[in-house]
Every structure is written in C-alpha cells, then in structure tokens.
C-alpha cells in the first residue's frame, strides 16, 4: 500500500489525522502531512478509511 496526499488541495480539515494518525498529520497551518507513505499493515483499513472520508480528494490511497 501507498499513501498519498496533495497539500495543494488539502482543506485542512484534519479527518486524515483523526482516523489514521499514524499515517497522517497536520502541519501548523493545518495542512496534511504523510507520516507513513507506506504504512504498516495494521493501519492499512484505517489508511483507507481516511481517504474515504478526505473532503477534498487530497488522500489518495493505492495498493
Ligand atoms: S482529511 Fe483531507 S482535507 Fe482534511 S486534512 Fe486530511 S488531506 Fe486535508
């Protein structure tokens, strides 16, 4: 698996960091950031989870 996120269409409104924090964070101006672009197993459905519910599109999650 493969995450990805776009900080260009990011909204910064931190689902991603909720649902699978630990595979994304948010930077001070609240903007994601990828902290397991290849996350561990176990945090592969919450990975996915998070790119359902993303508002912008800007998760992308393949693999
Ligand atoms: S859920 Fe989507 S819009 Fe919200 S912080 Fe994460 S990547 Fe950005």
């Given at each position: ?9 990011c909204v ?5 960091a ?11 101006d609240?903007v ?6 290849e996350?561990a ?7 996915r989870?998070?790119?359902a ?10 693999g």
């Amino acid at each position: 698996m493969r995450v990805t996120a776009d900080r260009e269409i990011c909204v910064g409104a931190g689902l991603c960091a909720l649902t699978a924090p630990e595979v994304f964070d948010q930077d001070d101006d609240g903007v994601v950031t990828v902290l397991a672009a290849e996350p561990a197993e176990e945090d592969g459905a919450a990975a996915r989870e998070a790119g359902a519910l993303c508002p912008s599109g800007a998760v992308r999650v393949v693999g």
